[in-house]
T-cell receptor, first 115, second 111 residues
Framework: KNEVEQSPQNLTAQEGEFITINCSYS?????LHWLQQHPGGGIVSLFM???GKKKHGRLIATINIQEKHSSLHITASHPRDSAVYIC?????????????????FGKGTHLIIQP | DGGITQSPKYLFRKEGQNVTLSCEQN?????MYWYRQDPGQGLRLIYY???????QKGDIAEGYSVSREKKESFPLTVTSAQKNPTAFYLC??????????FGPGTRLLVL
């Protein structure tokens, strides 16, 4: 069974700073997910990536499959980026990339961007 | 608009009572999932279903039951056997090889 670790658990930064959140997992996978959870509880999927790098606006996600490690970066951070960012991986190594047999999640990184 | 709906947003349960949380999707996704979130913990998988009339237990299935009679619907019943049901429950769906889409969640509170 895959286990996912995230760091840091909490992060407070000033507006404009470059943010990095790290994720490591224990079992080889074909894809990893980054999610964003807002205070009301709603979760939005940010990225699903299996290799290299993906970019969406000011968000960049990278993954190193060999090292079982992924990072989420936020450039030019803004107070509206304040949220919980969650890393998730398929429950089992044999799982399909999307995790059709379910995902296992990190505990999340609570990010606060101060104006 | 395509998406996932969960109802109700808040649900109160009395001791010894079964309650059912609704999850509906109109995304034509084959797979659906139920997760539970407790404060300070990551989401944990309760049940999942990859096809109609079939479902599998996740990590914390005890005290819960599900059905998948229709592709669009995956209701979760929290039974009286679940001793600590107070939590935030999230439903999700996905194509078999794709990203999971999450519903808005239901907060269950025990009276």
């Amino acid at each position: 069974k895959n286990e996912v670790e995230q760091s840091p658990q909490n992060l407070t930064a000033q507006e404009g700073e470059f943010i990095t959140i790290n994720c490591s997992y224990s079992v080889g996978i074909s894809a990893l997910h980054w999610l964003q959870q807002h205070p009301g509880g709603g979760i939005v999927s940010l990225f699903m990536l299996s290799s290299g790098k993906k970019k969406h606006g000011r968000l960049i996600a990278t993954i190193n499959i060999q090292e079982k490690h992924s990072s989420l970066h936020i450039t030019a951070s803004h107070p509206r980026d304040s949220a919980v960012y969650i890393c998730a991986a398929p429950l089992s190594s044999g799982g399909r990339g999307g995790g059709a047999d379910g995902l296992t999640f990190g505990k999340g990184t609570h990010l606060i961007i101060q104006p | 608009d395509g998406g996932i709906t969960q109802s109700p947003k808040y649900l109160f349960r009395k001791e010894g009572q079964n309650v059912t949380l609704s999850c509906e999707q109109n995304l034509n996704h084959d797979a659906m999932y139920w997760y539970r979130q407790d404060p300070g913990q990551g989401l944990r998988l309760i049940y999942y279903s990859q096809i109609v009339n079939d479902f599998q237990k996740g990590d914390i299935a005890e005290g819960y039951s599900v059905s998948r009679e229709k592709k669009e619907s995956f209701p979760l019943t929290v039974t009286s056997a679940q001793k600590n049901p107070t939590a935030f429950y999230l439903c999700a769906s996905s194509p078999i090889l794709g990203t999971q889409y999450f519903g808005p969640g239901t907060r269950l509170l025990v009276l």
